[in-house]
């Protein structure tokens, strides 16, 4: 009864910029952490940031002083500033939060992705 869906991605020239969300909605009555991953093709899925619930942020090195990542807590909706970008950004980034429902159930939600082509 959780959803997470991205928006924002697109195709960008290497040196551009990009900003994607992630909106969640549904059973919702609170949200800890909420991060980025990339799914670049033929590779793994890996962290790119993590913002707490209090806004702590980290950041995987290779976007450290690029990428920004934030939230609205009022609109369960996190957010991920690129900017600089290069080839090696390109992949389908995918949302992920920490939920907890009304019922107290905490779960690990994930949304569907949004495709980032970064063209040099």
């Known amino acids: 009864q959780v959803q997470l869906v991205e928006s924002g991605g697109g195709l960008v020239q290497a040196g551009g910029s990009l900003r994607l969300s992630c909106a969640a909605s549904?059973?919702?009555?609170?949200?800890?952490?909420m991060s980025w991953y990339c799914q670049a093709a033929g590779k793994q899925r890996e962290l790119v940031a993590t913002i707490t619930s209090g806004g702590n942020t980290n950041y995987a090195d290779s976007v450290k002083g690029r990428f920004t990542i934030s939230r609205d807590n009022a609109k369960n909706t996190v957010y991920l500033q690129m900017n600089s970008l290069k080839r090696e950004d390109t992949g389908v980034y995918y949302c992920?939060?920490?939920?907890?429902?009304?019922?107290?159930?905490?779960?690990?939600?994930w949304g569907e992705g949004t495709l980032v082509t970064v063209s040099s």
């Open positions: 549904g059973n919702i009555f609170r949200i800890n952490d």
């Open positions: 992920n939060a920490v939920v907890t429902s009304w019922n107290g159930i905490r779960r690990i939600q």
